[in-house]
């Protein structure tokens, strides 16, 4: 099993930052891909970034060139920082691991963009 919490949500104003954070514990070993999702109300989730484990590195066009998806494997930690924060990025984003083909989810944190 593999547990998920994730941090660093909030309420930031549209221009503003944010630094989401990952925790993974549990059975880590085998550990492929890492990803942050979102879902909007009345939205389906959507990928945001993900990072494999050779750090190869995917972004959703719609936040290309100000979102960040980084991991510290020696902590067993996923971050995502965003800039220049928009209305449209207001979401829960979680967090998401593939271990051995299995898809394991954080219980997501809200992140709210005031225009």
């Known amino acids: 099993q593999v547990q998920l919490v994730e941090s660093g949500g909030g309420l930031v104003q549209t221009g503003g930052s944010l630094r989401l954070s990952c925790a993974v514990s549990?059975?880590?070993?085998?550990?492929?891909?890492m990803g942050w999702y979102r879902q909007a109300p009345g939205n389906q989730r959507e990928l945001v970034a993900r990072?494999?484990?050779?750090?190869?590195?995917t972004y959703a066009d719609s936040v290309k060139g100000r979102f960040t998806i980084s991991r510290d494997n020696a902590k067993n930690t996923l971050y995502l920082q965003m800039n220049s924060l928009k209305p449209e990025d207001t979401a829960v984003y979680y967090c998401?691991?593939?271990?051995?083909?299995?898809?394991?989810w954080g219980k997501g944190t809200l992140i709210t963009v005031s225009s």
């Open positions: 998401n691991v593939n271990r051995n083909g299995v898809d394991y």
């Open positions: 549990g059975s880590t070993l085998g550990l492929r891909a």
């Open positions: 990072i494999k484990s050779a750090g190869i590195t």
